[in-house]
T-cell receptor
């Protein structure tokens, strides 16, 4: 099993550009999440999904969008990138609401 | 609402010494708690979890944690650390029917040879 796979690993964007961070999992987990990690700030939840077709906002959703058309995939869309979105983004999945999270290796995004 | 406080941002400790990383949480409902470890340039990996039952939880790599409901704490301990334990450690709390896990800001453990 590959677990949770994120692409790309690194990306540099100019202000105002858009991009999609890809996340796929092969564990048949219903729950999927996007977090951002900033130094000294821990992880902040951006969006999460409890199953295909269902998404909801986390703590810091502004400037992002998600979709969940299949159980496996949970892409994160950045529209009109801003320097404040410079961060490391982690996708995670879990089997149920109180199960441990399985994390991808992250995408390091720089917006200049 | 739920929150997590990790009281120490950095903890230096000599190799083979014991270590305790502190975590306090707040929540108005029953909680489930996790400790994760993050090595450089990697995602987070589960160390251990508490869902219910015994308050002393054993995890991987010789770590253990004790759930203390009266003190709302879930401190992580290891009796003898190794160089390979140098990493960042995150405490996390979840509650309610939808898992919206809240993470602490992390504690960097630096093991000194």
């Amino acid at each position: 099993n590959a677990g949770v796979t994120q692409t790309p690993k690194f990306r540099i964007l100019k202000i105002g550009q858009s991009m999609t961070l890809q996340c796929t999992q092969d564990m048949n987990h219903n729950y999927m999440y996007w977090y951002r990690q900033d130094p000294g700030m821990g992880l902040k939840l951006i969006y999460y999904s409890v199953g295909a077709g269902i998404t909801d906002k986390g703590e810091v959703p502004n400037g992002y969008n998600v979709s969940r058309s299949t159980t496996e995939d949970f892409p994160l869309r950045l529209e009109l990138a801003a320097p404040s979105q410079t961060s490391v983004y982690f996708c995670a999945s879990s089997l149920s609401y109180n199960s441990p999270l399985h994390f991808g290796n992250g995408t390091r995004l720089t917006v200049t | 609402a739920q929150s997590v406080t990790q009281l120490d941002s950095q903890v230096p400790v000599f190799e083979e010494a014991p270590v305790e990383l502190r975590c306090n949480y707040s929540s108005s409902v029953s909680v489930y708690l996790f400790w994760y470890v993050q090595y450089p340039n990697q995602g987070l990996q589960l160390l251990l979890k508490y869902l219910s039952g015994s308050t002393l939880v054993k995890g991987i790599n010789g770590f253990e944690a004790e759930f203390n409901k009266s003190q709302t704490s879930f401190h992580l301990r290891k009796p003898s650390v190794h160089i390979s334990d140098t990493a960042e450690y995150f405490c996390a709390v979840g509650s309610g029917g939808y898992q919206k896990v809240t993470f602490g800001i992390g504690t960097k453990l630096q093991v000194i040879p």
